[in-house]
């Protein structure tokens, strides 16, 4: 039997359906830090006549403890240019069928002829290793 590292820490839940229990948070799995990313993706608004798709993964973080991620990425090029997202989500929200999603919402980075920002918003895919 081959024995596998782990590392983590234990925490008192307040899970009402027992009066006492526990929860695990893995924060590494033989050695390698336990974390995961999402994917994420969307329209901007309507600003100066045009729109801006963008597509990108986030930061990674730690699986099974609260967190947020940064992410970053680069709009698509309309109207002659694009703009910058950039910023944290919000923390976890768990779905019914296992794992979770993030909310994120920014504006972009001042960019175009005429200068502008778009707003963006949306909720990133389930987590991803």
Known sequence: M?????????FHSNDSSSD??????????DGRPYLHRHMFSGIT???DGHVHEYIG????APTGVPHVH???TVTSLNDGHTHIIEGATGPAIDLPTGGHVHYFEG????NGM???????KGTTGNEVC
Request: net charge positive.
């Open 45 to 47: 608004s309507l600003n």
């Open 70 to 72: 940064r992410y970053h």
């Open 20 to 29: 006492h229990s526990h929860g695990l948070y893995i924060t590494s799995w």
């Open 114 to 120: 005429h200068p502008h920002t778009h707003h963006y």
């Open 107 to 110: 504006f972009t980075t001042v």
């Open 2 to 10: 081959n024995k596998v590292p782990v590392t983590g820490f234990v």
């Open 57 to 60: 993964i986030t930061e990674p």
